[in-house]
């Protein structure tokens, strides 16, 4: 089973990330928070295999919680959303350690196999 944290400071995104991952059996989510701080702290003590977050959030942005929590728990794998079309923040997020940055308009289409991807590679230990 691959756990996985949700970090979104929009409930409703939060709720249909859930709602789009619980069709998968294999998936698990072990946690949610809205606010960057709490973030690092919570995936810190639940240590999940991949960690959802959006790019914009109060208390510490997308880009700083990545920072962080790959810092901490290198083998969490950090997939970042955004409403920003990629450029210099997809950029950002990979050099913050994200291994993926996906556009909230295509997410219900690239989120799951996004995932697939981070755990295989997680698995094979690269990406």
């Known amino acids: 089973m691959t756990s996985i944290f949700l970090a979104d400071d929009h409930e409703i995104n939060r709720r249909l990330i859930k709602r789009l991952l619980k069709e998968e059996t294999d998936l698990c989510i072990v946690g949610e928070a809205a606010n960057g701080l709490d973030v690092v702290q919570m995936v810190a003590d639940l240590k999940p295999d991949i960690l959802i977050t959006d790019l914009s959030m109060p208390g510490l942005d997308g880009i700083e919680v990545t920072?962080?929590?790959?810092?901490?728990?290198?083998?969490?794998?950090?997939?970042?959303?955004?409403?920003?079309?990629?450029?210099?923040?997809?950029?950002?997020?990979?050099?913050?350690?994200?291994?993926?940055?996906?556009?909230?308009?295509?997410?219900?289409?690239?989120?799951?196999?996004?995932?697939?991807?981070?755990?295989?590679?997680?698995?094979?230990g690269s990406l």
């Open 67 to 124: 920072r962080q929590v790959r810092e901490l728990l290198p083998q969490t794998r950090v997939i970042v959303l955004s409403m920003w079309e990629p450029g210099r923040y997809a950029e950002a997020a990979k050099k913050a350690g994200a291994v993926a940055y996906i556009v909230k308009d295509s997410a219900i289409n690239s989120l799951v196999p996004t995932i697939r991807a981070a755990i295989d590679h997680q698995a094979s």
